[in-house]
């Protein structure tokens, strides 16, 4: 069965303290693994797409990388306004998405 | 270019009534979803289309009925409203069926009393 596991369920960082977030999948015939940004009140936004793995993506403090079991979002010296939801989702050969619960992370000045 | 809009934002419905949550994208995509949130369940499927006049069921199709008229529009009914079916709902769009970013819109959070 298709599945995607996001750790951890919550994460608290103070403004500067680098982290990462996991997310593992099993899934058949992996086409793409997404990461999203979920502020409250708003719906998912895109934030990187990877193929296959070794594969990296930079956006400012956001780093993706992708093996063959897992992904991680590493964040460098976050700020107060990366606090959110951040969602990882995957396409198997079915085309259709697969989301994980999410990672809610706080970042405190 | 307003990307995915979502009507109303808020509902609340009593146990079987109705309604139909409005989707419509002026991004000219074939592929559109709709999607429940709960919380600590992520995002569900619940119905997809690959193109007007063409839908299917996704992973939680049981309450819902879509139809896809035309490439802009994708409305999700409910049939008769319960309970369980109080959540969040987003509509989605891709350029494709295949590995292609999602465009969400901005939910519309329904209560079901």
């Known amino acids: 069965e298709d599945q995607v596991t996001q750790s951890p369920e919550a994460l608290r960082l103070q403004e500067g303290e680098s982290s990462s977030l996991n997310c593992s999948y099993t899934?058949?015939?992996?086409?793409?693994l997404f990461w999203y940004r979920q502020d409250p009140g708003k719906g998912p936004e895109f934030l990187f797409t990877?193929?296959?793995a070794g594969e990296e993506k930079e956006k400012e403090r956001l780093k993706a990388t992708l093996t063959k079991k897992e992904s991680f979002l590493h964040i460098t010296a976050p700020k107060p306004e990366d606090s959110a939801t951040y969602l990882c989702?995957?396409?198997?050969?079915?085309?259709?998405?697969?989301f994980g619960t999410g990672t809610r992370l706080k970042v405190l000045a | 270019n307003a990307g995915v809009t979502q009507t109303p934002k808020f509902q609340v419905l009593k146990t079987g009534q109705s309604m139909t949550l409005q989707c419509a994208q002026d991004?000219?995509?074939?592929?559109m979803s709709w999607y429940r949130q709960d919380p600590g369940m992520g995002l569900r499927l619940i119905h997809y289309?690959?193109?007007?006049?063409?839908?299917d069921q996704g992973e939680v199709p049981n309450g819902y009925n879509v139809s896809r008229s035309t490439t802009e529009d994708f409305p999700l009914r409910l049939l008769s409203a319960a309970p369980s079916q109080t959540s969040v709902y987003f509509c989605?769009?891709?350029?494709?069926?295949?590995?292609?970013?999602?465009?969400f819109g901005q939910g519309t959070r329904l209560t079901v009393v």
């Open positions: 989605a769009t891709r350029r494709g069926q295949g590995d292609t970013e999602a465009f």
């Open positions: 899934v058949s015939g992996l086409r793409g």
């Open positions: 990877l193929y296959s």
């Open positions: 989702a995957v396409i198997p050969g079915t085309y259709k998405y697969i």
């Open positions: 991004m000219n995509h074939e592929y």
């Open positions: 289309s690959v193109g007007a006049g063409i839908t």
